[in-house]
C-alpha cells in the first residue's frame, strides 16, 4: 500500500522526577514526616521532663527540648504541604543539631551523637546516595574536628556522660530508627505486593498483545483484499500479503523496505503527493480511490482504505485495496447504453408523437366523415320526404292552370254559365289551399334540414330550446322510417332551454335513435323507441333514448363505445358511431354518455350534459 511520508507523533514525555521526589511518591512521604516530627515532639518532652527532674534546668540537658521544638517544626511544615522543607529539616536539621550538641557537651563521647549513622541512613532513603555520601562525608569531618579540637585543649566545657546518658540517646535512636524502619519495611512489603501485581498485569498485557498481533498478522495474511503495511515516518514497505501479491505480482521479497515510487507503484507522482496530503490532514481510517499500476504495467483503479496504527513500537498505515475497475467499467458501460436507451426513447417518443398526430387526424377525419354520412344519409331522408309535398303542389298546380285554361276558353266563346263559374272559383279555393298546405311542408321540411345542417357542420355554440332541437331531429329522421313498423315518441319539458353546441348533441341524438333501428329491432315486426328529457336535481340535462328492442348481453355491453367495435361487422355497421357519440358527449358537451340494458328487454342510452356547456380544449 502507498505509504506517505507522514512523520510521527511523538509520544508525550512525563517530566522527569528527582529520587527524593519519587521516594516521596512512593511512601508517602507526608505521614511519614508527620509522624516523625509527632514521635520526635513526644520523645523530646518526655526526656527533658525526666533530665528536668534528674538533673535540673541546665543548658547541656536540653537537647531533648530543641529535638522537641524540632518535631514541632517538622509537623507543621508536613501539615501544610511543605513536604520537601519538613524532610529537609528532619534530616539536616537533627543533623545540625547533633553536632552542634557534640561541640557543647562532650564532643566525640557526646551520647546523641551516635544518632548520626541514623540520619545518614534516612538521607540514602529520602534523598539520594549523594545526599548520604555527602552527609556521612560532614559528619566525618565534624568528628575529625572534634578529636583534634579534644586532644588540642579547645574544647574545654567537654563533659563527662553517664551510661544513663548513653542509655537514653540509644534508646531515642532505636526508637526513631525503629518507626522509619518499621514505616519504610512495611511500605515496601506494599509496593513489592503491587509490583507483583502489575508486573502479572503487564505479562497479561503482553500476552493479550502477542495474540492480538498474531492474529493480526494472521488475518492480514489471509485478507481476501490486497493489503500492505508501510512505516509511515518514510513510506517503506514493510509486508504485503498473498493478495497483493497475487492482485500485482510482486513477491513480498521484492518490495519490502522499498518505497511505493521506487517500485513505480504510482500512476503519477502527483497522486501520491495528493494521497500523502489526505493522511496528513485525516485522522482515524480514510477510504479514497486510486489507481495503481501492476508489474505488468497495466493500471487498474482500486477503492482504498487506509489506517494509521502503532506497531512494534512505531506508526505504521495499513492499507486494504478492492479492485473496482470491472465495476467502474461496467458503470460507464451501463451510462453509454442509458444515453442510447435515451436516444432511442427520445426517437420512439418522436415516432409515437408524429402516429399519435396522425391517429388524430384520422380520427377528426373519420369524425367528419360520419358527421358528413350522418348529413348524407339527412339529405336521403328529406328527398324523400320533400318528394310528397312538391309532387302534390307540381300536380295540384297543373290542375289549376288546366282549369284556367278552361276558364278562360269559356268565357271567349261566351259560353260561361253561372254554375260553372262557381265550380271553377271552389276547385281553385280547394286547389290553392292545398298547394298553399304542400309548400308549407315543403318549407317545413328544408327549414329543419338547414338548422340540422348548419349545426352539424359548424359545431357552433348557441342558446336552443332543447324540445325544439328533438323534434328537428325526429322530423329530418322520420322519412327514414315511416315505412318500417317502427315508432318514435319524444317526452321532452318544454321549460328546458341550454347553451350548448346543438350540432353535436343533434349528431349524438341521430347517431343513438339509427342504432336502435339497426341494432335494437332486427328482426322484430314492430318496435318503439322513446326519447325523453329533463332536468336532473343537480341541475344537469337528462336525455334519454329508450327502445323496448332483444337488448344486449353483457359482453357486448362492456365494448359499445369502443372504436370499430360492431355487431353487424359486413352487414354496413362501421363501429364508430357510439363511439363517437361517446367522445362527443365527454369532450365536446362536457357531461357522459351511459347504457342500462338487458337481453330481451331493450336498452336505454342516457345522455348528461350541462344545460350550459364547457368550452371544449379540441385540437
Excluded at 495528493?274 to 504495467?297: I, K
Aim: hydrophobic share 45%; with cysteine; glycine share 6%.
Amino acid at each position: 500500500m502507498p505509504m506517505p511520508e507522514v512523520p510521527a507523533d511523538p509520544l508525550p514525555t512525563q517530566p522527569r522526577q528527582s529520587n527524593l521526589e519519587a521516594v516521596w511518591n512512593a511512601q508517602d512521604a507526608r505521614f511519614l514526616v508527620q509522624g516523625l516530627g509527632s514521635l520526635m515532639m513526644a520523645t523530646g518532652l518526655l526526656l527533658f521532663a525526666i533530665y528536668l527532674s534528674w538533673r535540673g534546668p541546665e543548658l547541656r540537658n536540653s537537647f531533648s527540648l530543641w529535638m522537641a521544638c524540632l518535631g514541632l517544626l517538622i509537623f507543621l511544615a508536613a501539615r501544610h504541604g511543605h513536604t520537601r522543607l519538613a524532610i529537609s529539616l528532619a534530616l539536616w536539621g537533627f543533623w545540625a543539631l547533633l553536632c552542634a550538641w557534640g561541640f557543647l557537651i562532650a564532643g566525640v563521647r557526646t551520647p546523641v551523637i551516635a544518632g548520626a549513622p541514623l540520619f545518614i541512613m534516612l538521607a540514602g532513603w529520602l534523598v539520594g546516595l549523594r545526599s548520604a555520601m555527602l552527609m556521612a562525608l560532614a559528619t566525618t569531618m565534624v568528628l575529625t574536628t572534634m578529636l583534634w579540637a579534644e586532644s588540642a585543649g579547645y574544647l574545654a566545657n567537654a563533659v563527662s556522660r553517664q551510661p544513663g546518658d548513653y542509655y537514653l540517646s540509644l534508646l531515642t535512636m532505636c526508637l526513631l530508627g525503629g518507626y522509619v524502619a518499621g514505616y519504610f519495611g512495611n511500605s515496601f512489603r506494599k509496593q513489592y505486593a503491587e509490583l507483583q501485581t502489575s508486573s502479572q498485569a503487564l505479562l497479561a498485557q503482553n500476552e493479550a498483545l502477542r495474540l492480538s498481533e498474531e492474529r493480526f498478522a494472521q488475518f492480514f495474511r489471509t485478507n481476501p483484499l490486497p493489503s500492505m503495511v508501510t512505516r509511515t515516518a518514510d513510506g517503506l514497505i514493510c509486508e504485503v500479503n498473498t493478495a497483493w501479491e497475487l492482485d500485482f505480482g510482486w513477491k513480498a521479497d521484492e518490495v519490502r523496505s522499498k518505497t511505493t515510487l521506487e517500485i513505480g507503484f504510482w500512476e503519477s507522482p502527483q497522486e501520491r503527493a495528493y494521497a500523502s496530503a489526505l493522511v496528513s490532514e485525516e485522522t482515524g481510517t480514510l477510504a479514497h480511490a486510486f489507481r495503481f499500476r501492476q508489474r505488468d504495467g497495466t493500471v487498474r483503479s482500486y477503492l482504498v482504505s487506509l489506517t494509521r496504527t502503532m506497531l512494534d513500537g512505531e506508526l505504521r498505515t495499513v492499507a486494504s485495496m478492492l479492485d473496482q475497475t470491472e465495476r467502474l467499467r461496467n458503470e460507464e458501460a451501463i451510462r453509454e447504453l442509458n444515453a442510447s436507451l435515451e436516444a432511442q426513447v427520445a426517437k420512439r417518443t418522436a415516432d409515437l408523437s408524429e402516429a399519435l398526430e396522425t391517429l388524430n387526424n384520422t380520427h377528426r377525419e373519420l369524425l367528419q366523415a360520419e358527421k358528413l354520412a350522418s348529413l348524407g344519409s339527412l339529405v336521403a331522408g328529406i328527398s324523400h320526404e320533400l318528394n310528397t309535398p312538391i309532387g302534390n303542389a307540381l300536380t295540384t298546380a297543373s290542375a289549376l292552370h288546366e282549369r284556367a285554361r278552361q276558364f278562360s276558353r269559356m268565357t271567349e266563346e261566351r259560353q260561361l254559365k253561372k254554375s260553372a263559374f262557381i265550380e271553377f272559383l271552389q276547385s281553385t279555393e280547394q286547389m290553392s289551399d292545398l298547394l298553399e298546405r304542400s309548400c308549407n311542408r315543403a318549407a317545413e321540411l328544408i327549414a329543419s334540414f338547414k338548422q340540422i345542417a348548419v349545426d352539424q357542420t359548424t359545431e357552433r355554440r348557441r342558446s336552443f330550446e332543447l324540445h325544439v332541437l328533438v323534434d328537428d331531429v325526429i322530423n329530418t329522421l322520420r322519412p327514414s322510417f315511416r315505412t318500417a313498423p317502427w315508432q318514435v315518441r319524444t317526452e321532452i319539458a318544454p321549460e328546458i332551454r341550454c347553451d350548448s353546441y346543438p350540432g353535436p348533441l343533434a349528431q349524438v341524438l341521430t347517431n343513438l335513435v339509427q342504432n336502435a333501428f339497426l341494432h335494437a329491432f332486427d328482426g322484430r315486426a314492430n318496435g318503439e323507441v322513446i326519447v325523453r328529457g329533463r332536468l336532473t336535481e343537480k341541475g344537469e340535462v337528462e336525455l334519454s333514448v329508450q327502445d323496448n328492442g332483444c337488448g344486449m348481453e353483457a359482453a357486448v355491453a362492456t365494448h359499445i363505445f369502443d372504436p370499430f367495435f360492431t355487431t353487424r361487422l359486413g352487414k354496413g355497421g362501421s363501429g364508430l358511431g357510439l363511439s363517437i357519440s361517446h367522445q362527443i358527449a365527454t369532450a365536446v358537451l362536457g357531461g357522459n354518455l351511459q347504457v342500462a340494458t338487458q337481453p330481451g328487454l331493450g336498452s336505454t342510452f342516457k345522455l348528461n350534459f350541462p344545460s350550459r356547456a364547457p368550452s371544449p380544449n379540441r385540437a
